[in-house]
């Protein structure tokens, strides 16, 4: 399989939800996302999708910079809708600017395709978000005992910094929360570039494997 990524729009909520509710305790709403993917400025989200065969070019570019007032103040308005895509979704990340900070809000994989670099897929992703949005640095907050979703965030340079006590509602778990460095840094760029290589290698080798 191919994997790839592409912003999240309103027909995907449904099948975003499916894998929510496979991956954490207490899902939002479809209102929710509507309203999250109603502020392009400030909160990104992403699907990752899956292909048998190479997937599409690279995902529509960004409308213009040079484009009118109106057209400017109201992206989401006046951007198109896109055609329902025929690429299952396999996963699903977001991001919220507050200030200069880029906070990860969820990011999950469906069960069954956990292990096969989807996840680092899409945190790629969201760094990109992070940097198109001039977030400085990323934070997130992850569960004390979620050991694996830890791993890949120290992978990326998310460090641990104190945690929120109870912060779960559902158990009564405590949040370990983490933050990379400036992720425009020289360093972490040259990390990041690090591991896409890696990565890209990974998910080339696997599609070659399941070709
Ligand atoms: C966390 C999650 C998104 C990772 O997605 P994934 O596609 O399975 O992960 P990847 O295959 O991309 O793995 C990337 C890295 O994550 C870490 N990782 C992923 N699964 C792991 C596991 N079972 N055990 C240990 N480390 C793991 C590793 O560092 C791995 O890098 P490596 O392959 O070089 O060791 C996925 O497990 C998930 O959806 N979990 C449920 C939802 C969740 O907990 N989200 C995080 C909320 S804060």
Redesign the pocket.
């Known amino acids: 399989m191919y994997y790839f990524i592409q912003p999240m729009h309103e027909d995907d909520i449904p099948h975003v939800q499916e894998?929510e509710r496979q991956?954490?305790t207490a899902p939002w709403s479809a209102n929710t996302y509507r309203r999250e993917l109603g502020m392009p400025e400030t909160s990104r989200y992403l699907v990752a999708r899956a292909s048998p065969t190479r997937p599409p070019n690279e995902p529509p570019s960004p409308p213009a910079r040079r484009k009118p007032l109106l057209q400017a103040l109201l992206p989401t308005v006046f951007s198109k809708p896109q055609p329902p895509s025929p690429y299952p979704i396999v996963?699903y990340?977001g991001l919220w600017l507050m200030v200069d900070e880029g906070h990860?809000t969820?990011?999950?994989?469906?069960?069954a395709?956990?292990?096969?670099?989807?996840?680092?897929?899409?945190?790629n992703g969201l760094i990109d978000q992070a940097i198109e949005i001039k977030a400085a640095r990323l934070t997130?907050?992850?569960?004390i005992s979620?050991?694996?979703?830890q791993?890949?965030?120290?992978?990326y340079g998310f460090e641990p910094s104190g945690t929120r006590p109870r912060y779960y509602t559902d158990n009564g778990e405590d949040a370990l929360i983490m933050w990379t460095d400036v992720i425009t840094d020289p360093a972490y760029l040259s990390r990041l570039d690090e591991l896409r290589e890696r990565l890209a290698a990974?998910l080339q080798r696997q599609a070659g494997m399941n070709a």
């Open positions: 894998i991956s954490f996963g990340g990860i969820t990011i999950a994989v469906a069960p395709q956990r292990g096969q670099g989807i996840g680092e897929l899409l945190l997130l907050e992850v569960r979620n050991e694996s979703a791993r890949l965030y120290l992978k990974r």
